[in-house]
């Protein structure tokens, strides 16, 4: 194709692309006064500090895209293997995992090869360390262009307010609530409780500490989706990982739904991996999910 027509559809792209976020940003405006009314009867979301959702067209705190969306995982070894699934799905998927296995092997460049490919990425490290080092992390991912990263909710108001802070409007901090491996016995364990731990208060407790901070959603089970959905309506995206066939293995996960389970529990995302790229025919698996999802 000639490289001015090229040039031309690119600009007019652009053009479509500013008035889509300007048509966002009036919605955005007139939600964050219905959510001013809102946080009259609702304290916890009264005191966040920021009111600013993330911009972006595949977030779903934007009611346009109201959807659940998948995120394939790349859970793989090597960053050859992980770019063969991405081009494998082509245009069947569009947004990716990269976490700690591949990252620690492709780096930044894995990141820099998906955003090539007009790919969005979920940076999923789930930091948590003092806030100065977190917020380092999140803005250097920030600037590689990633959608979406993970922080622990664990990690304190301040490390989530300077993780917000760091991220500006482009990408979107995730507050890890607890780990989908794990169970109120192992928690609590871990925690140094005697007592019964109840992991869906748990959830909503560390999901109230992402509102105030003004965080783009949290990460939870599907089994504690919904409580999440109903305690702060739109004001958290979910992402639900763990996802997995009904007839298949749970593996080293302790808390799992399947993707209609998450879906009807109020997911924003979900993550899809071994039940997907797992699988004799990874296409037909991964359109299950869609019809699953939709």
């Known amino acids: 194709m000639d490289g001015h027509i090229i040039a031309s559809e690119a600009r007019q792209l652009a053009t479509i692309e500013e008035r889509v976020f300007g048509v966002l940003d009036t919605i955005r405006r007139a939600r964050r006064v219905q959510a001013s009314v809102a946080s009259r009867a609702s304290?916890?979301?009264?005191?966040?500090?920021?009111?600013?959702?993330?911009?972006?067209?595949?977030?779903?705190?934007?009611h346009l895209?109201?959807?659940?969306?998948?995120?394939?995982?790349?859970?793989?070894?090597?960053?050859?293997?992980?770019?063969?699934?991405?081009?494998?799905?082509?245009?069947?998927c569009r947004f990716y995992k990269v976490g700690n296995e591949l990252f620690t092997i492709a780096g930044p460049a894995i990141v820099r090869e998906l955003r090539a490919r007009d790919r969005d990425v979920f940076l999923d490290l789930k930091f948590h360390d003092i806030p100065n080092t977190v917020a380092?992390?999140?803005?250097?991912?920030?600037?590689?262009?990633?959608?979406?990263?993970?922080?622990?909710?664990?990690?304190?108001?301040?490390?989530?307010?300077a993780a917000v802070e760091a991220a500006g409007d482009w990408c979107g901090?995730?507050?890890?609530?607890?780990?989908?491996?794990?169970?109120?016995?192992e928690v609590a364990r871990a925690w140094g409780r005697t007592d019964p731990l109840d992991v869906g208060a748990e959830v909503l407790r560390l999901a109230e500490l992402a509102v105030k901070a003004g965080a783009h959603g949290?990460?939870?089970?599907?089994r504690e989706a919904a409580s999440v959905r109903n305690r702060f309506a739109d004001?958290?995206?979910?992402l639900v990982p763990g996802v997995r066939a009904s007839s298949g293995p749970a593996n080293d996960q302790a808390r799992v739904v399947t993707p209609k389970e998450a879906a009807e529990s109020g997911a924003t995302y979900v993550v899809i991996g071994r039940m997907v790229t797992g699988a004799a025919d990874r296409r037909a698996a991964l359109d299950s999910v869609l019809s699953a999802l939709a």
């Not at 916890?44 to 705190?61: C, E, K």
């Not at 380092?136 to 307010?161: E, W």
């Not at 901090?173 to 016995?185: I, P, R």
Request: proline residues 3%.
């Open 43 to 62: 304290p916890s979301i009264s005191t966040a500090r920021h009111s600013r959702p993330v911009t972006g067209l595949l977030f779903a705190d934007d």
């Open 65 to 92: 895209l109201m959807t659940t969306t998948p995120i394939i995982a790349l859970d793989v070894s090597t960053a050859q293997d992980a770019l063969e699934l991405v081009d494998y799905f082509g245009d069947q």
């Open 136 to 161: 380092g992390g999140v803005r250097n991912a920030a600037a590689l262009g990633v959608r979406l990263v993970t922080v622990h909710a664990a990690g304190g108001s301040a490390m989530l307010d």
């Open 173 to 185: 901090v995730l507050a890890v609530t607890l780990l989908t491996s794990l169970d109120g016995a």
């Open 218 to 222: 949290v990460v939870c089970s599907g």
């Open 235 to 238: 004001h958290l995206a979910i």
